[in-house]
């Protein structure tokens, strides 16, 4: 392999693909391994045997949960905010022609106990039982606050400069209670701890006008979308995509390891006794495990279940959010439910996920709070999986490394990451002005 690559990129993950394919379409010359048979790395998707071997070593699960190929188990699954950064990207390079979506059913809260649906909009405000008859009426006002802020219109500011008034500020001058601005935080804006309360209000309340405008798009139950079979369609698409424009996959490439040349800068990577030679690598912490450091785990807990998750209208697809403070945690606990409607497992079975970020070393305990609101499952499957980021100096190195999957059930720190990458690699940032509508003539084709 005399020629030499702009990228080379190692792991088929999530955000690995996504780069693949952002920087293919940019013109830059992309060769992407994996040391594995399949797509995916952390993010792939399992059919039934597949699952069986992965948590319980053998590949022979009871006939009664039916076909196995009929399964598409995302190991990290997430909803995607329809107005989103991720359907942005996946507009912007065209991967909407190789994926068929479906709009989530519902997105829910708990509180005290019991789950409750995630009001967004002033008129749900009114309706919600999350909330006391004065407090609806202050929720309204807050609601319709940020319903009509533009961050150009100083006249929609309402006196309040949000690069400066923190969240608490601001909820307090609204007059709402506690609880109300947990539910909100936490559902809405999908902050996954408490530290959002002493930080500037501006990303909050930008946050709560993507979750209302998401839910508008498609009238449904949430502001989710999911691909029909699952994330798994996903990393396949980009690498597709790449393909369309010049990038060289390869799958089932061992060890793959990264060459250095006497400054320490990554110059290419050898995989069975052949270098391909680059300017810049692009993987997971797995294939530079000394350049990064593990910063937490993640447990979760995989159901297998015959009936929707109890008290969310029946919901086929559905995420319930568990506030911290409802379960005396540092961070929230999230359940993601998914079924036969995303074609993700046989006719009458759902998948269900809890999962949390790991604050003791014992899962089952640890979920069971969540786990306690599936009602029967078929099947459970408990595991912990370790969280890394990198501590290397991209720019002394070559090496761009993405951080491990957090526990949210959405895409939304996923794709943080996704662009910061972008950046430090391209020196640009990634122009994500698209027109949204490209993406719903697929998503209304049910």
């Not at 912007?92 to 995630?118: E, P, Q």
């Not at 799958?251 to 030679?277: M, R």
């Not at 998914?338 to 979920?367: M, R, W």
Request: with cysteine.
């Amino acid at each position: 392999m005399d020629e030499t690559y702009d990228v080379i990129v190692l792991g088929t993950g999530l955000k690995e693909c996504i780069l693949s394919g952002l920087l293919s379409v940019d013109g830059l010359k992309v060769l992407h391994m994996d040391r594995n048979d399949y797509y995916g790395g952390e993010s792939t998707s399992l059919n039934l045997v597949q699952l069986w071997k992965h948590f319980k070593g053998n590949d022979k699960p009871p006939e009664q949960l039916g076909t196995s190929r009929e399964y598409n188990v995302d190991m990290v699954p997430k909803f995607m905010m329809a107005n989103g950064s991720l359907v942005r990207i996946l507009i912007h390079t065209n991967v909407t022609k190789y994926l068929n979506f479906k709009a989530v059913d519902g997105s829910f809260v708990y509180k005290k106990k019991k789950i409750y649906k995630v009001p967004a909009t002033d008129a749900e405000a009114l309706k919600s039982p999350l909330m006391g008859l004065f407090e609806k009426r202050r929720a309204r006002k807050f609601f319709i606050y940020v319903q009509d802020y533009e961050e150009n219109d100083p006249k929609s500011h309402e006196k309040l400069d949000l690069n400066k008034v923190t969240v608490r500020k601001l909820t307090s001058k609204y007059g709402l209670e506690d609880d109300t601005v947990d539910f909100i935080g936490h559902a809405l804006a999908l902050h996954n701890d408490d530290s959002y309360l002493d930080q500037p209000a501006l990303s909050f309340v930008k946050r709560m006008k993507l979750y209302a405008e998401s839910l508008a798009r498609f009238r449904g139950g949430s502001p989710y979308i999911y691909p029909l079979y699952g994330l798994g369609e996903l990393p396949q698409a980009f690498a597709r995509l790449s393909a369309v424009y010049g990038g060289t996959y390869m799958l089932n490439k061992p060890e793959c390891k990264v060459e250095f040349d006497g400054d320490g800068k990554a110059i290419g990577v050898t995989s069975e006794g052949e270098t391909a030679k680059c300017h810049k690598v692009v993987c997971d912490p797995s294939y530079l495990p000394n350049k990064v450091k593990k910063v937490g785990k993640v447990a979760r807990a995989v159901c297998i279940m015959s009936h929707p998750i109890p008290d969310t209208n029946d919901s086929h697809s559905v995420q319930v959010i568990l506030p911290q403070k409802q379960l005396g945690r540092k961070s929230d606990m999230y359940l993601f439910c998914c079924s036969y409607a995303h074609n993700v497992a046989p006719k009458g079975k759902y998948i269900a996920f809890v999962s949390a970020e790991a604050e003791t070393d014992n899962p089952e305990q640890e979920l069971k709070p969540g786990v306690d609101l599936l009602g029967s499952v078929d099947q459970i499957f408990y595991d912990t999986y370790d969280r890394y980021v990198p501590t290397n100096d991209h720019g002394a190195d070559n090496c761009f490394i993405s951080a491990s999957y957090d526990s949210t059930t959405h895409f939304e720190t996923t794709v943080i990451d996704v662009m910061e990458m972008y950046t430090k690699i391209t020196g640009k940032a990634l122009d994500l002005s698209v027109d949204l509508s490209a993406a719903s003539a697929a998503e209304e084709e049910q």
